[in-house]
C-alpha cells in the first residue's frame, strides 16, 4: 500500500523559511517522480513542483520559482521541500505526491505575521 507522510508545517512570518518532507513507503520510491501540490482555503488543488526519478531534473510554478527547492534522498525514501522568502499567498495545505490522485495527508503551511 502506498503511504506518503508530509511533516514540517506550520506558522511562519513572512519572508521566514520552512522545510517540507515526505517519508515514501509501499512502492519503489526511486522510480518514481514526485511531485509537491499545494490547496489555499477555498481554492483548487494547484501544482507546486516537480523532480523525476534520479533527482536531476526539476520543475516549478512560476510563482515559487528562486524561492522554491524539491530534492530527494532515494536512499531514505524521502521527498523535500525547501520553502525560503516565504510570501502570505504561500499559505496552503502542502501535498506530497505521485500524481493528483495519489498524495498523502498534507501538512498545514500558514505564513502570516
Known amino acids: 500500500e502506498v503511504q506518503l507522510v508530509e511533516s514540517g508545517g506550520g506558522l511562519v512570518q513572512p519572508g521566514g523559511s520552512l522545510r517540507l518532507s515526505c517519508a515514501a513507503s509501499?512502492?519503489?520510491?526511486?522510480?518514481?517522480?514526485m511531485t509537491w501540490y499545494r490547496q489555499a482555503p477555498g481554492k483548487e488543488l494547484e501544482w507546486v513542483s516537480t523532480?523525476?526519478?534520479?533527482?536531476?531534473?526539476?520543475v516549478y510554478t512560476n510563482s515559487v520559482k528562486g524561492r522554491f527547492t524539491i530534492s530527494r534522498d532515494n536512499a531514505k525514501n524521502t521527498l523535500l521541500l525547501q520553502m525560503n522568502s516565504l510570501k502570505t499567498e504561500d499559505t496552503a495545505v502542502y501535498y506530497c505526491?505521485?500524481?493528483?490522485?495519489?498524495r498523502g495527508q498534507g501538512t498545514q503551511v500558514t505564513v502570516s505575521s
Open positions: 505526491a505521485i500524481n493528483r490522485d495519489k
Open positions: 509501499g512502492f519503489t520510491f526511486a522510480t518514481y517522480g
Open positions: 523532480i523525476d526519478s534520479g533527482g536531476g531534473n526539476t
